[in-house]
């Protein structure tokens, strides 16, 4: 009875019918963990962890959605390598019910917060066993749902994760290779006697190119004169004239990075063989290929804006374009710095900018605190950070110091019940009356 009423209770803690709900709690959750320092945060993030986790057990879809939107938070919030030391496996294991109840148990939402869970997951551990594990385990039950066709929304998350956890987890070109292919077949299915072939939509092609382009970037030798590659680097050409902007920005990117990695072969000697000529067509095709590529990208790097066109995005598209013209004229990869606390990340070359640009859409507000902490990502850029934060120095921007300076604010009134339910459990003493104060701005 104990356990089942603990599991009520972080029912209770999860439970919301209202999405506005979920969106706070969320936040409060997140934005409390980054205030408070030290002991005090990491005690705060294991009880929320451990109370979200028993959440996963919960039959309410609803329940299970914030919980493991709050486990996403603190995954973001920290690098939790104490947490997965202990429940690295149950977490997986929830995470990966969540992808196998499919369309009948588990809401689109719900596979998308699990797979993005999972791939969390793999980040934080790092190379290893337990990556292994995490891409051996979760592979299949990522393609199966990649291909049910019941809800589209959540085929990003889903091939967000299998980029992931192949990019930590895979240990050879074919495991990469097979993932490459798992995502290609979204946007280009098997098609039986009694399939018929549905338009792939914008936002999923763009989805499918820039996961396969993030595992294409730890590729390398690759050989352009193979039918295949020509056949993909045709059908990329393609979607350079496509209206979506979106489209044609994956599209650009992934062109350019095959033709960074990729390797030709010439022949030049009169006397060849059957195999020698045959190259030597391949070579030929693959050149008028590259011209038309070319000529593609001169245009799109000077297109004039459209009716409707946001400026933001036409600019970035031609500055985009215009660097990998560049690229294919002078052979001069673009440089890019991301600044990362007091330090500057760079990159140098078509892979680094992809895998980058990738990771931290991915991460999205947890980017800077894993690049300034996360080892498998100092690991993967080369990069060592010049600056490191106590642990108990934390930055607040404006909107929360408003938020924390207010007595009355939701999150002083739940850290004081939270904290003031542990200290009776633990001292036996009634501390109703004992108020948090909200400390101080930090220099």
Sequence with gaps: ???????????????TDDDSSVTSSSTSRSDMMSVYGGEDVQFYQDSVLDQALDALDEKRGSTRENALSSIIDAFNSNIQHD?????????????????????????????????HAIGCLALTVGCGNNAREIFEESVRPLDESLASKSDVSKVPSLLECLAIITFVGGIDQEETEQSMDIMWRVIHPKLGSNVVAVKPSAQLITSVVSSWSFLLSTMDDLNLNSKNWQNQISYLSGLLDKEDRTVRIA????????????????????????????????????????GKVINQCRNLSVEAGGKGSAKKDLNNQRNLFRDILEFFEYGYSPETSTKIGGDSLQ???????IQLNFLKHFLGGGFIKHMQENEFLHDVFDFTPKRKFNNNEQRMSGGEKRLF??????????????????????????FGHYAVGVPEEEA
């Design 1 to 15: 009875m104990g356990k089942r009423n603990s599991q009520r209770k972080c029912a209770a803690m999860f439970d």
């Design 83 to 115: 947490f997965v030391e202990k429940k690295f496996a149950t977490l997986l294991h929830h995470c990966l019910a969540s992808l196998k109840k499919g369309s009948k148990k588990a809401s689109a939402k719900e596979i998308s917060l699990a797979s």
């Design 251 to 290: 599209a650009g990117e992934a062109l350019a990075l095959i033709f960074e990695i990729g390797t030709t072969e010439k022949f030049y000697t009169d006397s060849r063989s059957a195999e020698e000529s045959k190259t030597q067509e391949s070579y030929i095709c693959l050149q008028g290929l590259k």
């Design 347 to 353: 990159t140098s070359s078509w892979s680094q900018m």
């Design 405 to 430: 300076k207010s007595p009355n604010s939701v999150l002083n009134k739940a850290r004081t019940q939270h904290l003031n339910k542990q200290r009776l459990q633990a001292e036996g003493r009634n």
